[in-house]
């Protein structure tokens, strides 16, 4: 068996035009910022990335670059100013913030309607009690995948590596609410493989190359792999991808998988938060 690749850079492409061709007909643009703490070279490029595709959509876009020893204060005020500014529909502070910032306080300042990752504790708390109004993109963008292979989730054994806030955990709830049956796994779960060799859909957001080898893989599982892990100067995910793909049934790459899905979720939300605000 060889895996179908679930090409998440055509599926993102795809809904970005859908967004596109959106924006066109609307009377004000959609007005997404970007707030960007330091110099980490990662948090750059995501952001570079990130506005490019918002400005090939049509978006107004603002960035905000703040020096790495930006005071917490200074941070709040630029929030608040963002969350009054009617330009602006959404917002996104790039994470990881510096040390001397608590991200949990920032992340809690953003208007829930203006929360266009989804991490707002509002946000989450709705979307555990099913009232989903924005969904954290990488999340969103992982359930969109799955569903492309066309196969029902309803009934299906899912297992998710990883429980942070921003993958593991919510990706969990949404499985759940299609109905799959969940089990979410961690750093201290024993016998991790027992659980992996049995789920049908396995969701992988560890942050560790490779962590999932075939023998872990139940022959015909729906493969979704988060992580983003640099090794030799590569990008690699998380699942041994050419082991794996000889034993499941789908698979998403790294790169081309998750990634550019999160992009386009993202903007997805801004438009989210713009019928919510108008
Ligand atoms: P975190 O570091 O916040 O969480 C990692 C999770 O993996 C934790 O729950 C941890 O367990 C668990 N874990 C660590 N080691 C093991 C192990 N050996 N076996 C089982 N579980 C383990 O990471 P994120 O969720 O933020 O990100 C995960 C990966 O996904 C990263 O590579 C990140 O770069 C990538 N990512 C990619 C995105 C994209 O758009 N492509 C977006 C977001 C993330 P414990 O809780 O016990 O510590």
């Not at 850079?9 to 330091?38: M, Q, S, T, W």
């Not at 499985?175 to 396995?202: E, F, G, P, W």
């Not at 082991?243 to 993202?266: E, F």
């Amino acid at each position: 068996m060889t895996a179908k690749i679930i090409d998440g850079k055509k599926l993102a492409e795809k809904i970005r035009k859908e967004i596109k061709e959106k924006v066109k007909k609307l009377d004000v643009k959609p007005g997404l910022a970007f707030v960007l703490v330091g110099n980490n070279p990662a948090s750059q490029l995501y952001v570079g990335n990130k506005d490019k595709a918002g400005k090939e959509a049509g978006f107004y876009i603002e960035t905000h670059h703040l020096p790495e020893n930006t005071d917490q204060l200074k941070l709040l005020n630029l929030v608040d100013k963002l969350n009054q500014d009617r330009k602006i529909h959404g917002m996104i502070i790039q994470l990881p913030l510096p040390k001397q910032i608590d991200e949990k306080l920032i992340i809690e300042a953003i208007l829930p309607h203006k929360d266009a990752d989804g991490f707002n504790p509002i946000n989450v708390g709705n979307m555990l009690i099913g009232n989903n109004l924005i969904i954290p993109a990488t999340p969103k963008g992982i359930m969109k995948l799955i569903e492309s292979t066309g196969v029902n989730i309803e009934g299906k054994y899912a297992v998710v590596v990883g429980r942070s806030n921003i993958v593991g955990k919510p990706v969990s709830i949404l499985l759940q609410q299609k109905n799959a049956t969940v089990t979410m796994c961690h750093s201290r779960t024993k016998h991790l493989v027992q659980y992996t060799k049995q789920a049908d859909i396995l969701v992988v957001a560890v942050g560790k190359a490779k962590v999932i080898k075939a023998d872990m893989v139940k022959k015909g599982a729906i493969v979704v792999d988060v992580g983003t892990n640099k090794v030799n100067g590569r990008l690699v995910g998380d699942v041994d991808f050419d082991n794996v793909k000889k034993v499941a049934s789908y698979i998403t790459p790294v790169p081309g998988g998750v990634g550019p899905m999160t992009i386009a979720m993202l903007l997805e939300n801004t438009l989210e938060c713009m019928d919510l605000i108008r």
